[in-house]
Each structure stands twice: as structure tokens, then as C-alpha cells.
């Protein structure tokens, strides 16, 4: 009888994955672009800022100066790990975070469009009529999903190799990034099972997310600094992070793999779980019990104004808290930069355009918000397009809503949404730079005036990706997200340091963006760009009225 057993167990297991090879072909054409976007886009913005922090630290001193402003600074270590003073350990203690939250949520989206949202909008009923076991598609998302991760790993490795920087090194710094991008893999098909919904699901996996950095940037702002103020030695709770795990690696110092094998220990606990809780749901169904909704609805839901603003408000707040606490970090900094000489203070005055650093610092910390909150915008206008294909819009629209009030209702949003992103950026980096430089009232004042000031570059950025909707509905997202990246690459941050020419420079409206408050802003830029932005917007809906819908099938 035992050998009976162990003789069906494969043949069982070959049954419930029937149809895998199948459907990791479909999903891998599906997300063919999709991948090879969240690669360009990631590669070139690794490059571009290897090769930025190659350029204005070459000088080892002033390099050295720069790694123990962070290390010393105890908001900083909340944004990441310091290691010592080299270019590539910089670059980590800036970028890690962002690129490892961006390959969980690379991963996390590669594993509920070919799961739960499939379940939602019916197809996986329709391949179940097929010959296909109850794990494929959750087997074939997680081979395309992990499939992603490890080319996002070698195209990062190359990207750091490509601006100059160690090949061992580089290429575990790319696989640690990867890393984090995997356990997602896990955690989003975890939440898959859990949730009934595409958007439940994701804001489980976000939740993770979000837990992951605390957990990293407490254990970081809680660790030790050596002597010489250029380490930081975590302490316990990294441990418990996947994020925190990607950080001990360390590349382009110690260079041990060994955190990497608690990533691959949580990816495989993570599945298992996930394929047990497949086995003890419904098709459609997750095993969070369903919350009943009001029986009435609010009368600000009635508009499409309402209506936005209600399915993006979470999205607000999370993007609220973080910039709050990187405008109250930056705050922090004030003092230190005041105390800035040689190289490090030519830096922040010419990138700044003023003489005095602490101003030419403020100008550029808020302009960098400015790209940041035109990230959020065109996360606001993308959603129509989600919700064009998903089959949503067709029921706004059966009703008395007009294409134009259903564009107006995620402008409105995008719009005012920014502005009061702005506000708190700006509003929580006087506060914390106000005792330091004297008169926190009035700093206040004048750092919420230069950060909406960076307001019409975001509205133009926003203004490109809604006509990409209108007049390209079916590549839009990468079309969206292309447009964000070129704009970012060829503006002040990035395009003199890569010698871009002045005319490509120009097509950036970042590059037109208000240095504020370290240069008076001119009334002229500000409304050549809010010119620029209408100009797009009405070809947009132009292009919208004209078009039929993409509905799904």
C-alpha cells in the first residue's frame, strides 16, 4: 500500500499542475513589454545614478565627507545602510530602498494579473474549462514573476558595472535588489489566496512592504557607528527584514551572499504556504471573509470627483506619511550643510544655482520631491487606463457620466493630490530646518511656495501620460512610465552629469522647473509650462471622444 501511495503522489501533483508549460508561455507573452519596461526603466535609472555619484564624488575626501554626513545622521540611516566611503556603497545607501521596494512591486503586480485578477475578470474560469490543474496558473505566475526578477538582477549588475564600478560587487548588489523582488514573489501569491481582490491583494502585499522598511530603517537608525563615522552596524530588527537582508550583503565592502539564503528560506516557506491555502479556497473566493458595505453611499460618491478620490485615498496617504518623513530628514540636514566646504559645497551651490549653500540644497531637495510627486500624478492618471481594461469604466459610463466629467474626476484628483503632496514636503522640511536657520514660521512659508512651484513641470509629465492613454490605450502604461523616466534622465538631476545635449536637456519640464527658494521664480517658465500642460490635456480628451473604448473581452 505504501508503494501505492508514493507511486500516486507524483501522478497527483502532475494533475494539479497540468497545463503549467502552457500558461507560463501565455503570461510570459503578456508581460513581455511590461518586463522589458520595468527593466529599461530600472537599468537606466541605476546607470544614470552610478555615473552621477562617479562623477561629483570622485573626490575621495569629499566622497569620505559625504559618507559620514550619512552615516552620522540619524534620519538617513532610515533610507538606508552605510558601508564606507566608495561610490557603489553610496549609491546603496541612496537607492536601495526605492529599487527594492520597485522590484517587490514589479513582482507583486507580475503575480496578481496572472492570479487574482484573472479570477476577478473571469478569465481563469474560462482556462479552468480546459485541461488545467488547480496550482498552474499559480505556478506558471510564479515562474514568469521569478523569471523577471533574476533578469532585473544581471541588467542592474550591468548597469553598475557600465558606470564604472566593481563587477563582483555589482552584481550582488543587483541580486540583492532581485532578492527582495522574490520573497514578494511569495508574498504576493500568499496574499492572493487570502484577499478575493485584485486591489485587496496588492494592499496586503503593500502592507508587507511597508512593515519590511520600517523593520530595516528602525534596525538601521537604532545601530552603531564605528569610529571613524563611516559604518553602521544594524542592530536586530534588519534581521527580520527581507529589505534588511538585501542591505547585510553589503557589495562593495564585505561581499557576503549568506544574507541572500534567508531570502531563498522565506520565498520557499511562502510558496508552500500559498499552494496549501489554494487547496482550502474557491475559484474567485479568498479566505478573508468579504466586508459588507454600507447600505447607503456618501453623496460626495455620486461624482466621479468623489468617486476617484475614494479608490485613490489610500494611495495619498501612503505617499503622504513618506514624503513627510524624507522632508522632515532632509530637514535635519540643514546643519550640516551648513558646515560643507570645498567640493561638497560647490556641488549643492552650482547644482542649486545660488551662492549660498544651504539654499542651493533646499532648491535641490525640493526639486527632487518634484519629480517624485510626478510619480504619484501619473500613478492617479494611469488608473483610468486600469480601469478602461478591467471593464469598470463601461458601467461609470452606462450611467449620466460623460467621458470628460470621468477624465475631469481623475484630473481634479491628480492634481489637487500633488499640489498637497508639495504642501507637505515642503511644509515638513521647515520644521525641521526652521530651529536651525532662525524663523521656522516664515521658512515654512517660503519652502511650501518653492515646492508648488515644481507643481507645473509635474502637470506636465501628467498632461503626456494622459494623452498616452487617450491616443495609445493599449501601451500606455509603458508609454506613461517611459515618459516619467526620459523626463527624470534628460533634467537637472541627471542629464549634465551625462553630458546630454543642451536641446535634449530642454525637452525635460524639469529642466524648466523653478529653483526656488534659491532663485526667484519667474512668472514666465511657470506659465509656459501650465501653457504646455492644458495644450496636452486637450488633445487628450480630443483624442478620447474620437476613440472607441478598449473593453475587455
Do not use: K
Not at 512591486?105 to 492570479?115: E, G, K, P
Not at 532581485?178 to 492572493?192: D, P, R
Not at 530603517?217 to 542592530?235: F, H, K, P, Q
Not at 494622459?466 to 508609454?479: C, G
Amino acid at each position: 500500500m505504501t508503494a501505492t501511495m508514493s507511486a500516486t503522489a507524483p501522478a497527483r501533483l502532475a494533475e494539479q499542475l497540468a497545463g503549467t508549460v502552457r500558461l507560463t508561455r501565455l503570461a510570459a507573452r503578456r508581460d513581455r513589454w511590461t518586463a522589458v519596461a520595468w527593466w529599461a526603466g530600472l537599468g537606466l535609472f541605476v546607470a544614470a545614478t552610478t555615473a552621477l555619484f562617479a562623477d561629483t564624488l570622485s573626490d575621495a575626501a569629499y566622497l569620505e565627507q559625504e559618507t559620514r554626513l550619512v552615516a552620522t545622521n540619524t534620519g538617513m540611516r532610515l533610507i538606508g545602510l552605510t558601508s564606507g566611503p566608495t561610490i557603489g556603497g553610496y549609491l546603496l545607501h541612496r537607492e536601495f530602498v526605492m529599487l527594492a521596494a520597485l522590484a517587490a512591486l514589479m513582482s507583486t503586480f507580475a503575480v496578481i494579473r496572472h492570479t487574482r485578477q484573472n479570477e476577478e475578470l473571469g478569465r481563469a474560469e474560462v482556462l479552468g474549462s480546459t485541461v488545467v490543474g488547480r496550482y498552474a496558473a499559480l505556478a506558471a505566475a510564479v515562474i514568469v514573476a521569478l523569471a523577471t526578477d533574476v533578469v532585473l538582477a544581471i541588467v542592474l549588475g550591468l548597469a553598475i558595472v557600465a558606470a564604472g564600478q566593481p563587477v563582483a560587487g555589482a552584481f550582488l548588489a543587483g541580486a540583492s535588489i532581485a532578492a527582495v523582488g522574490a520573497v514578494w514573489v511569495g508574498v504576493a501569491a500568499v496574499a492572493c489566496q487570502l484577499s478575493s481582490t485584485t486591489r485587496g491583494a496588492a494592499g496586503a502585499a503593500a502592507g508587507a512592504l511597508g512593515a519590511a522598511f520600517v523593520l530595516a530603517g528602525v534596525g538601521n537608525m537604532l545601530g552603531t557607528v564605528d569610529e571613524a563615522g563611516l559604518r553602521v552596524t544594524s542592530a536586530w530588527p534588519s534581521w527580520l527584514s527581507p529589505i534588511g537582508w538585501g542591505q547585510q550583503t553589503r557589495p562593495f565592502s564585505d561581499a557576503t551572499w549568506a544574507p541572500l539564503l534567508l531570502a531563498a528560506a522565506a520565498l520557499v516557506l511562502l510558496l508552500a504556504a500559498a499552494a496549501a491555502l489554494a487547496a482550502r479556497r474557491d475559484l474567485g473566493r479568498g479566505l478573508w471573509p468579504e466586508r459588507r458595505g454600507h447600505g447607503s453611499a456618501a453623496r460626495w460618491l455620486l461624482s466621479p470627483v468623489g468617486l476617484t478620490w475614494r479608490l485613490q485615498r489610500g494611495a495619498f496617504v501612503g505617499w503622504a506619511v513618506t514624503l513627510g518623513a524624507f522632508g522632515l530628514i532632509f530637514g535635519t540636514l540643514t546643519e550640516q550643510i551648513q558646515d560643507l566646504e570645498g567640493d561638497a559645497q560647490d556641488w549643492w551651490t552650482q547644482t542649486g544655482g545660488s551662492d549660498v549653500v544651504v539654499d542651493g540644497y533646499q532648491a535641490s531637495i525640493i526639486q527632487m520631491a518634484g519629480m517624485f510627486v510626478a510619480i504619484y500624478l501619473v500613478q492617479v492618471l494611469l488608473r483610468m487606463r486600469v480601469d478602461e481594461a478591467g471593464g469598470t469604466l463601461e458601467s461609470v459610463l452606462a450611467t449620466g457620466v460623460t467621458r470628460p466629467r470621468w477624465v475631469a474626476g481623475h484630473v481634479v484628483n491628480g492634481v489637487a493630490g500633488s499640489a498637497a503632496l508639495l504642501v507637505v514636503f515642503g511644509a515638513s522640511m521647515g520644521l525641521t530646518s526652521g530651529p536651525v536657520l532662525g524663523d521656522t514660521a516664515g521658512l515654512v512659508a517660503d519652502l511650501v511656495g518653492a515646492a508648488l512651484a515644481q507643481l507645473p513641470a509635474a502637470l506636465v509629465v501628467g498632461a503626456a501620460v494622459l494623452a498616452a492613454v487617450s491616443l495609445a490605450p493599449s501601451r500606455s502604461v509603458p508609454l506613461g512610465w517611459t515618459v516619467v523616466l526620459a523626463a527624470l534622465v534628460a533634467g537637472p538631476m541627471f542629464g549634465p552629469t551625462l553630458g546630454l545635449p543642451g536641446w535634449l536637456q530642454d525637452l525635460s519640464p524639469f529642466t524648466h522647473s523653478p529653483q526656488a527658494p534659491a532663485v526667484p521664480v519667474t512668472v514666465g517658465a511657470v506659465l509656459a509650462l501650465i501653457g504646455v500642460a492644458v495644450a496636452l490635456v486637450v488633445v487628450a480628451l480630443l483624442a478620447l471622444r474620437r476613440r472607441d473604448l478598449t473593453l475587455p473581452v
